[in-house]
Each structure stands twice: as structure tokens, then as C-alpha cells.
């Protein structure tokens, strides 16, 4: 086939999650709130994580840099489809279109790494906890967050590889809110059935390699916590919990849309939120509501930064260590 003949796309229209001007203005204003909510958490922890001597573990390092995975996979693609839902023209440009396919790609490769680095943690500290120190000394946490972005970064570039030779002349319209890569390559206008195969083939690696990771250092964890004593599986339970929770809001749609998107559903931009909005603002919700120690920290960030008068303040510190 000879490319040269079709007349090129240079911009793609978003139809975005509606199309009903009511909803439009309430999504608006919901995901703007939820998009402030969930850098300020983020920021938050990320402040905390590295600011105060008491966060200074393994643990806590690795969830600063979930937090600034989260901030990523929540700005690339959110802040246009707020500005959208305003805008009667929503276009994106071709260079667009492809950054933000680069840019979903790298983070969440790199988060799915994130997570099972954060999963080996915990195996770890409760499967090996008199090796814990040697094992998660200063620089496996180095490398578990450096591996984690090169594995998003191979990631993206393969997937990015695979859909460069497509040519894209026809129709423009991406049903979703941003450059989806399943929907993009459904509008290329030469044969892409091998493409697809070949992105199914890669996120489905990935995905399903990392999740089978993460799910069975979950059930060797509980194993032996199980042999060990009830409260002991008490308490890891409610740990593990909160991660099991993360790990299916977002291993479950990615799971979904990449695995099997020769088949696109109009259900399949409702989970790409899960993704992009939801699974972000979860880590904040978790792990400042139940962790006690981050409680703390919290509460003195506070106080630093909002400085009330000193009364207050005094008040505030009290309240927060009577907790
Ligand atoms: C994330 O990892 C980098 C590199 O290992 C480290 O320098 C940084 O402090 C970490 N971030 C947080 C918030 O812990």
C-alpha cells in the first residue's frame, strides 16, 4: 500500500465521557475538585515522606514515589478533560495525541512496578523481618523505583514502536477522553490487526505478570502470617487490605481494556477513570485516614504551614496526639 495517497489527520477529536451540556458543567465541577484533592493529598504525602525523620523507611519511600506516579497518571490526560467539558471544540492535536499515549503508558507500567515493589516490601518486612534491614537497605529502594521507570519507559516506547508505521486519514473521532491507544489505532487506515495483536501481547505481559506477582505475594504473606498468630493476621489483613483494594481498582480495568480491546465497549471510558482519577486519589484517602504514624505527620505539616496563631496551633497538635 502506498501511504502517500491519503490525505493526513493532524488533529483527533475527543468526543469526551458525554455529550449532554448539563452533565458536562456537573463533570466540571466534580472532576475539578477531585483533580485538586488528589494533587494536594499526593503533594501532602510526598511532603511528609520526605521532610520528617520518623517516615524515613522503606515503606514510606516507596510510597512517596507512588504519590508522584500518581500525580503523573492523574495530570496527563485529567486537566485537558476538565478544560473539555467547557469547550465546544474538544481537539487534540497528532503530537498530542501521541504524548499523551507515551505518557499513559510509561506511568502506568511504572506504577504497576511501584506496586509490586511496594508488595515485595511487606513480604519482606513480615515474611523475613530479621532481614529486612539488610535486604531493603538504602539501595534496592534506589533501584525497585529506577527499574520501575525503566520498565514504563520500555513499555511505552514498544507500544509506541508498534503504532508509528500507522497512517491515520479517515475518520478522527476517539470516543473517550483522551488518546486511548486501543481506540487510536482503530482509526489507522492500513490493516492493523497485527499492531493490535502486538499491543495486546505487551500490555497483556505486563498487566498479568505484574498482577500474578502482587497476588501471590499477597497470599504467601497471609500464609504466613496465618501459622504465625490470629492478631498477627489481623493486623497484616488490614494492611493488605488497603493494597488489595488499589491493586483491583487498577489492575482490573487495565486488565480489561488492553487484554481484550479488539472489541471496544462504551463502558471501557467509565474505567479508564478508574486509572486516571480514581486509583490516584485512593493511596492519599488510605494512607493518611488509617495510617497513624502519617496521622501524625500530618498533623504537624499543618500546623507548620498554615501556621494558625499559637493558641490554636497548640490546640491543633493537642488534638492531633490525643487521637
Ligand atoms: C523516590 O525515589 C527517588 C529515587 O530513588 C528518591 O530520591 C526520592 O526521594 C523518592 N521520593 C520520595 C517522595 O520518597
Redesign the pocket.
Given at each position: 500500500m502506498d501511504n502517500t495517497n491519503y490525505s493526513v489527520v493532524s488533529e483527533f477529536v475527543l468526543l469526551g465521557l458525554s455529550s449532554s451540556r448539563e452533565l458536562q458543567i456537573f463533570y466540571f465541577v466534580f472532576f475539578s475538585m477531585l483533580y485538586i484533592v488528589i494533587i494536594l493529598g499526593n503533594l501532602l504525602i510526598?511532603i511528609a515522606?520526605?521532610s520528617d525523620s520518623s517516615l524515613h523507611s522503606p515503606m514510606?519511600?516507596?510510597?512517596?514515589?507512588l504519590?508522584?506516579f500518581d500525580i503523573c497518571q492523574a495530570s496527563f490526560a485529567t486537566p485537558k478533560m476538565i478544560v473539555d467539558f467547557l469547550s465546544e471544540h474538544k481537539t487534540i492535536s497528532f503530537s498530542g495525541c501521541i504524548a499523551q499515549i507515551f505518557f499513559i503508558h510509561l506511568f502506568t507500567g511504572g506504577e504497576m512496578v511501584i506496586l509490586v515493589s511496594m508488595a515485595y516490601d511487606r513480604y519482606v518486612a513480615i515474611c523475613k523481618p530479621l532481614h529486612y534491614m539488610t535486604i531493603m537497605n538504602q539501595t534496592t529502594?534506589?533501584a525497585l523505583?529506577?527499574i520501575s521507570w525503566a520498565v514504563g519507559l520500555v513499555h511505552t516506547l514498544s507500544q509506541l514502536s508498534f503504532t508509528v508505521k500507522l497512517a491515520f486519514c479517515g475518520p478522527n473521532e476517539v470516543d473517550s477522553f483522551f488518546c486511548d491507544l486501543p481506540r487510536v489505532v482503530k482509526l489507522a487506515c492500513i490493516d492493523s490487526y497485527i499492531t493490535e495483536i502486538l499491543i495486546v501481547v505487551n500490555s497483556g505481559i505486563l498487566s498479568l505478570s505484574t498482577f500474578s506477582l502482587l497476588v501471590s505475594s499477597y497470599v504467601i504473606i497471609l500464609v504466613t502470617v496465618w501459622f504465625k498468630s490470629s492478631a498477627a493476621m489481623a493486623k497484616a489483613f488490614s494492611t493488605l487490605a488497603a493494597h488489595i483494594m488499589v491493586v483491583v481498582l487498577f489492575f482490573g480495568p487495565c486488565i480489561f481494556i488492553y487484554v481484550w480491546p479488539f472489541t471496544t465497549y462504551p463502558v471501557d471510558k467509565i474505567l479508564a477513570i478508574f486509572y486516571t482519577v480514581f486509583t490516584p486519589i485512593l493511596n492519599p484517602i488510605i494512607y493518611t485516614l488509617r495510617n497513624r504514624d502519617m496521622k501524625a505527620v500530618m498533623g504537624k505539616i499543618a500546623a507548620h504551614y498554615l501556621r494558625p496563631p499559637k493558641v490554636a496551633e497548640m490546640s491543633f497538635v493537642a488534638r492531633i496526639s490525643l487521637y
Open positions: 510526598i515522606v520526605t514510606y519511600f516507596l510510597l512517596g514515589n504519590s508522584f529502594c534506589t523505583v529506577v
